[in-house]
C-alpha cells in the first residue's frame, strides 16, 4: 500500500505543473494566440523564484538555511511564487507584442523566448553565484510539511513532498473554469478565440483580451516553472526538460477544455511517476533480458497519450482564430 | 522519366540564374530579396548590440574582446574555420527540414527527434551492418523520413496536431535508440575496449568506409569533409523542387489552403505525409552527417538532441527560403564557433540570447520592410516631385521650392 502512496504523491507533484501551464496555455489560445513560449517563460518563473528564495535564506550565521527576519516559510515560498508569476507575466508580453501587435507570426517570437530563456538563466546564475555555477539549490524550508518515516497511505498522498503550489493549483483550476465557462470576461475570451471580427463588432477590444489572455498564460506558465522545479527535487538548473511543450501537447489532449485538461495532466503524469518508480512495483514486468529496461517505461507515458489521441481525436476542436493575427482593417 | 525531366528544370533553372545575374545585380534595390535581406541584416546589428551591452553589465573590462572572440572566433584559426563548416552541415540539414515542413503549412518540431534516429540508423548501418559512408546516409534519411512519416499519418489520417505528435515522438524516438543501444552491445565504447558505458564507439573507427569523404583535406583539420557539400546541395535539390516543379507547387498549394487545393484536385492527406516524410529525411541526414565524421560519438542521453531544435532558429532566420537557409546556417554555426572561443570570461549562452534577439527582431521584419520601403518611396517622390518642378533640364539648381512647400505645412504650431 505504501508504494500507492508513494506513486499517487509522485503523480500528483509531476501534475501540479502540467496543470498549470497546460491551463495558461488554454487561455492564452482561447483568445487566439498559440504561445509556443511556454517552455521558456517557465524557466523565468523558474529562475526568479529561486533566486528569491535563495535572498530571503539567511546565508550564515547560527540561523544559516532559515528565511530572513524570522519570516513564516510559507509567506516566503508565496512570495516567490507571486515573483514568477509577476516575471512570467512580463516575459510573457513579449509574445503578446510581436504577435498582437506587430501581427508577426506567432511561433517565430515563441521560439526566440524559448531559445533566450534557459541562455539567460545560465548568464543571470553565474553572474549571481560566480561561474560555472549553475544550478541554484531550494532551500530546506521550502516543502509544506515533511511526511514521518512510517507514515500510512494518507500522510504518504499528502505530506511526502506537498508544496504550496499544489494547493495554488487547485484553486487556478476552480478558478479557470468559473472565469472560462461563467463569467462576462471568459465569454468574451472566448469569442476573440472564435471570431475576433464579430467580437470587435460588438464593442469587444480583441487586441485587449489577447494581450489578457497571453499574460494570463505567462503568469500561470510562470508559477508552472516554479513548480517544476520543486518537483524536480534537485534546484534550479535552467531547463524545465521539455514540460512546456508537454503542457502544449496535455492542452491539445485536453480539447482546450479546463477540466479535461486536468484529467489529461493527471493521466500523463500517472504514467511518467509510474516510469519512475517501475522497479519497485511488484507486479509490473520487469522485461527480463532487456537491459535498461527503464527506457520501456520512460516511453510509456508519451505512448498512451498518442493511442488516446488517435482515438478521440476525431472530436478534437481548436479555437477557430488560433494563430491568426487579428487585423482590424480587414474585418 | 520524372527524373529526365527534373533534370531538364534543374538545367534550366541554373542556366536562367547565371544570365539574369547581372541584371538581377543591377535591379537589387528596387527587388523585394534586397529589402528582406537590409531587414535581417539590421536585425543582426542590433542582436549583437543586445549582446555587447549584456557583456557590458556583467564584465565591462572583457566585454570589447568578447565582443571580437565574438564576431571573429569562427575565423581565427585553419581548425576554427573547419570546425564551422563541419557545425554548419547537420545545421542546415535540421533548418531545411524544419524550413521545408513551414513551406508546406507544417510545423515539424520534430525535426530532433527525426535526427536522432537519423543519426542512429547511420551508426548502426556502419558499426553492424558495415556499409559504406553513402548507404549510410540513406540509412539515416530512410529512418529519418519514417520517424516524419509518423506525425504526416497521423495528422492526415486521425486530424492530430503535427506539433504535439511531434513532441511526442522526439521522446519516444529518444528513448527508443537509447534502448536499442543499450542491448546491442557491439554499438557500445566499452565492446572495443572503452572506458564511457554511455558512449557508442565512433563508427569510422569500427568502420573506416563509413567516413565521410575528406577531399584529401584531412591533413588540414579532422573537421574537413563533404557534409558541408552534401548539405548545399540538398538546399539546392530543395529550393528547385518548392519553387520550379509542380510537386513543389502542390506541396505549397496544400500548405497555404488545405479546402481549396483539395477542390484543385490535389490529394492533400497524401502531401501532408510526403511533406513529413521529406522533411524527417533532410532531418536524418543531418544526423549522418555529425556521426559519420570521425569526430564524436553518440551519447545515450535522457536529454533531446539541441541540434534538431536550433534547425527552427536556423529556417526562421533563412525565411524557410532554402537559399536562405545556407546562409543562417552558416552564420548560426559561425557565431557559435566565436563563442566557444568567448570563454571563460563569458557563457558561451550569451550567443544563444544574440541569436534569439535576432529571432524575435525577424518577427518585426515586416516593420522594418515597410519602413525601408517608405524611404525609399519617399525619396522617389521627392525627385520626381524635385523634377517636376524644376524642369527636367534643371540638374543644378538646388530644390528648394519642394523644401520650402514642407516647412510651411510644419509651421502653424
Given at each position: 500500500m505504501n508504494i500507492f502512496g508513494d506513486l499517487l504523491s509522485s503523480m500528483i507533484v509531476f501534475a501540479v505543473p502540467l496543470i498549470l501551464v497546460a491551463l495558461g496555455a488554454m487561455f492564452s489560445e482561447r483568445s487566439g494566440t498559440i504561445n509556443i513560449a511556454l517552455e521558456g517563460i517557465m524557466i523565468i518563473g523558474g529562475l526568479v523564484a529561486s533566486l528569491i528564495f535563495k535572498f530571503l535564506?539567511?546565508?550564515?550565521?547560527?540561523?544559516?538555511g532559515t528565511p530572513i527576519w524570522g519570516l513564516p516559510s510559507q509567506l516566503c515560498v508565496l512570495i516567490g511564487i507571486i515573483g514568477a508569476a509577476i516575471a512570467g507575466g512580463i516575459y510573457s508580453f513579449f509574445l503578446a507584442f510581436a504577435s498582437i501587435r506587430l501581427k508577426a507570426d506567432q511561433t517565430i517570437g515563441g521560439t526566440a523566448l524559448n531559445i533566450m530563456a534557459p541562455a539567460l538563466a545560465i548568464v543571470i546564475t553565474w553572474a549571481i553565484?560566480?561561474?560555472?555555477?549553475t544550478a541554484i539549490y531550494t532551500p530546506s524550508w521550502v516543502p509544506l510539511a515533511t511526511a514521518p518515516m512510517d507514515a500510512n497511505f494518507f500522510e504518504r498522498v499528502f505530506?511526502?513532498?506537498?508544496?504550496?503550489t499544489t494547493p495554488i493549483c487547485v484553486l487556478v483550476i476552480v478558478a479557470s473554469w468559473v472565469i472560462i465557462y461563467k463569467t462576462k470576461f471568459g465569454l468574451r475570451l472566448r469569442s476573440c478565440g472564435e471570431n475576433p471580427a464579430a467580437a470587435d463588432s460588438v464593442g469587444i477590444n480583441v487586441y485587449k483580451m489577447r494581450y489578457t489572455g497571453v499574460m494570463i498564460s505567462g503568469a500561470l506558465a510562470g508559477i508552472g516553472g516554479i513548480a517544476f522545479t520543486l518537483a524536480a527535487g534537485s534546484g534550479f538548473a535552467s531547463t524545465v526538460a521539455g514540460y512546456g511543450f508537454l503542457a502544449l501537447a496535455v492542452m491539445i489532449f485536453g480539447n482546450w477544455q479546463p477540466l479535461k485538461i486536468v484529467l489529461a495532466a493527471l493521466l500523463f503524469a500517472f504514467f511518467k511517476s509510474l516510469s519512475g518508480m517501475a522497479s519497485s512495483i511488484p507486479f509490473l514486468p520487469s522485461f527480463e533480458g532487456v537491459k535498461e529496461s527503464l527506457y520501456i517505461y520512460l516511453m510509456i507515458p508519451y505512448i498512451v497519450t498518442m493511442i488516446i489521441l488517435a482515438l478521440t481525436s476525431k472530436k478534437s476542436r481548436a479555437p477557430k482564430a488560433e494563430g491568426i493575427p487579428y487585423d482590424k482593417s480587414s474585418r | 522519366m520524372k527524373i529526365k525531366a527534373f533534370f531538364a528544370t534543374c538545367h534550366a533553372t541554373i542556366k536562367k540564374f547565371f544570365v539574369n545575374l547581372w541584371p538581377n545585380i543591377k535591379n537589387l534595390k528596387t527587388k523585394r530579396g534586397f529589402n528582406s535581406i537590409l531587414a535581417s541584416l539590421f536585425s543582426i546589428i542590433i542582436g549583437i548590440l543586445v549582446g555587447l551591452i549584456l557583456m557590458l553589465i556583467i564584465k565591462p573590462k572583457d566585454a570589447f574582446y568578447g565582443l571580437s572572440m565574438m564576431m571573429s572566433g569562427g575565423l581565427s584559426s585553419v581548425s576554427n574555420i573547419f570546425q564551422v563548416l563541419y557545425t554548419t552541415a547537420p545545421l542546415m540539414m535540421t533548418g531545411l527540414a524544419v524550413g521545408f515542413a513551414f513551406k508546406t503549412?507544417?510545423?515539424?518540431?520534430?525535426a530532433a527527434g527525426q535526427y536522432t534516429v537519423g543519426a542512429f540508423c547511420a551508426i548502426f548501418g556502419a558499426i553492424i551492418l558495415k556499409m559504406p559512408w553513402y548507404v549510410d546516409i540513406l540509412l539515416a534519411a530512410l529512418g529519418g523520413a519514417v520517424w516524419g512519416a509518423i506525425p504526416g499519418i497521423f495528422k492526415a489520417l486521425r486530424n492530430v496536431n503535427e506539433v504535439i505528435t511531434s513532441i511526442m515522438f522526439n521522446w519516444i524516438g529518444l528513448f527508443l535508440v537509447d534502448l536499442i543501444i543499450a542491448n546491442t552491445p557491439k554499438m557500445l565504447s566499452t565492446f572495443y575496449?572503452?572506458?564511457?558505458?554511455s558512449r557508442t564507439v565512433d563508427p569510422v573507427a569500427v568502420n573506416l568506409s563509413s567516413k565521410l569523404p575528406s577531399l584529401g583535406m584531412e591533413r588540414l583539420s579532422p573537421y574537413m569533409n563533404v557534409g558541408i557539400f552534401i548539405a548545399i546541395f540538398l538546399a539546392i535539390v530543395m529550393y528547385i523542387v518548392l519553387s520550379k516543379t509542380t510537386f513543389g507547387y502542390e506541396l505549397k498549394a496544400c500548405g497555404y489552403n488545405k479546402e481549396s487545393s483539395k477542390y484543385a484536385g490535389i490529394n492533400a492527406k497524401r502531401n501532408i505525409i510526403l511533406s513529413m516524410s521529406i522533411s524527417g529525411a533532410l532531418a536524418g541526414i543531418g544526423g549522418a552527417l555529425t556521426y559519420l565524421a570521425g569526430t564524436s560519438t553518440m551519447q545515450v542521453t535522457k536529454s533531446i538532441s539541441p541540434i534538431g531544435f536550433n534547425g527552427i532558429p536556423v529556417a526562421l532566420l533563412g525565411t524557410s527560403n532554402p537559399i536562405g537557409i545556407i546562409f543562417s546556417a552558416l552564420f548560426i554555426a559561425y557565431i557559435q564557433i566565436g563563442g566557444n572561443a568567448m570563454q571563460p570570461e563569458f557563457a558561451t549562452e550569451v550567443i544563444d540570447i544574440v541569436i534569439s534577439v535576432i529571432i524575435y527582431l525577424s518577427a518585426f521584419s515586416l516593420v522594418f520592410k515597410q519602413l525601408i520601403d517608405r524611404y525609399l518611396l519617399d525619396r522617389k517622390h521627392k525627385k520626381d516631385a524635385r523634377d517636376l518642378l524644376n524642369g527636367p533640364?534643371?540638374?543644378?539648381?538646388?530644390?528648394e521650392p519642394v523644401e520650402a512647400e514642407i516647412v510651411k505645412e510644419g509651421a502653424p504650431k
Open positions: 535564506t539567511v546565508q550564515s550565521g547560527p540561523l544559516m553565484q560566480g561561474q560555472g555555477q505530506l511526502k513532498s506537498s508544496y504550496l | 503549412g507544417l510545423f515539424n518540431i520534430g575496449g572503452g572506458a564511457d558505458q533640364t534643371a540638374n543644378g539648381t538646388p530644390p
